[in-house]
């Protein structure tokens, strides 16, 4: 595995690799791998000829009384699990070197980041919208794996590459989950024992949603107002929203009529937890 850490030697092996026309897939993380990251790099190593992964805990997507500075890290423990899957090449740029001052721009989607996460957090989707372009940009792959576990981030990224012509293939892979149910996720290991049972939660919510949606339920207010009733037998658990969104548009939905994102977000302590799932009316 070849590591990069400066930005003109990366951009330089991804214009190789078009030009050698290589098929190149994408894996952009923060690190802390999981599982979850892994299955997207075993989808892209399946169908691509090489294969890139970015472990970059990008700043600007965090708001200042976020987690940035205690954001789980362990570059050995990565570089070896990445060793192992055989990648190609490991990009770890600074984020001095990605944000080289002054820095002016940014790349900003409208709308469809207004919604859910985006109300929680409102300055996290510029964040990761601008830094995902610029990787895009240097590392010029043909495909992008996307966790569905994030599900808005993967469909505002998708718009963007489509709005603005980046040619890349956006692949969203399916989320992978604990044994209980409970999605994989870096932060899952700042959970206690008991917030760990708790975590639990979320998907109990939405597989309450599921079942009702599967008996013919389409009002979102009822469907929501027993998934609430689920998350109530948890007080550990400090919901943040649900939300019902038309997986295309990513816009808020009273009926469940087309294929609707359920996803929910809430805290466990100062750990935030989020998750969804898709249904079908
Ligand atoms: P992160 O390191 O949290 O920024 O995640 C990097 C990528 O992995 C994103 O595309 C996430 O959606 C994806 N991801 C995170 N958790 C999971 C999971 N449990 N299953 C599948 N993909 C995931």
Known sequence: MKIFTSISEMQKQGLFLKAMREKTGFV???????EGHLSL????????SSVVVSIFVNPTQFSPDEDLESYPRNMQK?????????????????AEKIYKEPFLTSVSVTGITEVG?????PTHFKGVTTVVTKLLNII???????????????????????????PVKVEICDTLREKDG?????????????QRKSATALIRA???????VNTGKKDTKIIEREMKKELDKYPDIRPDYILFADKYAFQPVKKITNE??????????????????????
């Open 140 to 166: 010029q792959p043909n495909i992008l794996y996307l966790g569905q576990k994030d599900i808005q981030q993967a469909v505002i990224i998708d718009k963007m590459t489509k709005d603005l012509n980046i």
């Open 117 to 121: 996460e985006g109300v929680s957090r």
């Open 182 to 194: 409970l999605a994989m996720s870096s932060r899952n290991v700042y959970l206690t024992e008991d």
């Open 206 to 212: 939405l597989r309450k949603a599921e079942s009702l």
């Open 28 to 34: 952009p993380t923060m690190g802390f791998l999981h």
């Open 260 to 281: 609707t994102v359920i996803a929910i977000a809430g805290f466990a302590g100062k750990v935030r937890l989020i998750d969804n799932i898709i249904v079908k009316p």
């Open 41 to 48: 790099i075993k989808q892209a190593k399946k169908e691509c």
């Open 78 to 94: 990565d570089k070896k699990m990445l060793r192992y899957l055989d990648v190609d090449y490991l990009f770890l740029p600074s």
